[in-house]
């Protein structure tokens, strides 16, 4: 069994990283993995209730400090009720946003809070994921993404598109501020390419860390499958693919 990992998803409204949350997760499960794939706000009911009064309404609706607040709460509902429980089990929890949002929107772009997301995250929550991967695409491709789903969950799409180019230059200051956990993804690609990058790094994430130590080929056989993985595992030709190599440490 696969230790415990959690892995988010983050990049402005309309960046398509609900989608590539969906396709990792149905990947790993179809590999055997046990995965539990949520999101923020939401992910328990009481976040999930939250979440309707946070995405809905007009965009003066709440002001920046009352919305850290909201989000915080939700965040902390589902941390108790649903990722905490899952990691205690040992399972892959992949979330579709966490605290690095709270971060890039009421941080820096609603308010210059920054200060105190960090505060209410370390009283409050105290944990980061294993891995990040940040989506980043075009503000405005992502806008008419958004704005296009028409899903009444478009409070932050109103805000407009000089909204979505300052959350874009948040997330890859956060991605730099955060560089051993954050990997940026180029979305203005099509979604199987993303996916080839997602799969690569999120599967180093589940794997590189375990505790197996598996024994050396008999003979070299140069490995012919992922090969999106062959930087983090520097070109072993001692085992018969990548994973094993990364699970080696090579």
Request: charged fraction near 25%; aromatic fraction near 6%; include cysteine.
């Amino acid at each position: 069994m696969t230790d415990a990992k959690f892995l988010s998803f983050e990049g402005i409204d309309g960046c398509g990283k609900s989608t590539q949350a969906k396709r990792l997760a149905a990947h790993l499960t179809v590999a055997g993995q046990t995965v539990v794939l949520t999101r923020e706000p939401g992910g328990s009911p009481g976040a999930e209730a939250i979440r309707r009064l946070l995405l809905t309404g007009a965009t003066d609706k709440w002001s920046a400090e009352t919305e850290l607040l909201l989000f915080t709460a939700a965040r902390r509902d589902h941390l108790e009720r649903t990722i905490t429980p899952a990691l205690s089990a040992g399972k892959i929890v992949i979330c579709d946003r966490f605290a690095d949002s709270t971060r890039v929107y009421q941080g820096g772009t609603r308010g210059d809070l920054r200060g105190k997301v960090d505060q209410l995250h370390t009283a409050m929550i105290g944990r980061e994921p294993d891995l990040t991967l940040i989506i980043d695409v075009d503000p405005e491709v992502a806008l008419a993404r958004g704005l296009a789903r028409n899903s009444g969950e478009d409070r932050f799409e109103d805000f407009g598109l000089p909204f979505q180019q300052k959350l874009r230059a948040g997330f890859l200051a956060l991605a730099a501020q955060y560089p051993q956990r954050c990997r940026i993804i180029d979305g203005n690609r099509s979604p199987e390419a993303i996916f080839t990058d997602v799969l690569a790094m999120a599967t180093s994430c589940v794997i590189c860390r375990r505790q197996i130590v598996l024994p050396a080929c008999p003979t070299p056989v140069k490995p012919s499958i992922y090969s999106a993985m062959m930087p983090l595992a520097r070109r072993c030709w001692r085992h018969s693919t990548v994973t094993e190599c990364i699970m080696l440490g090579c």
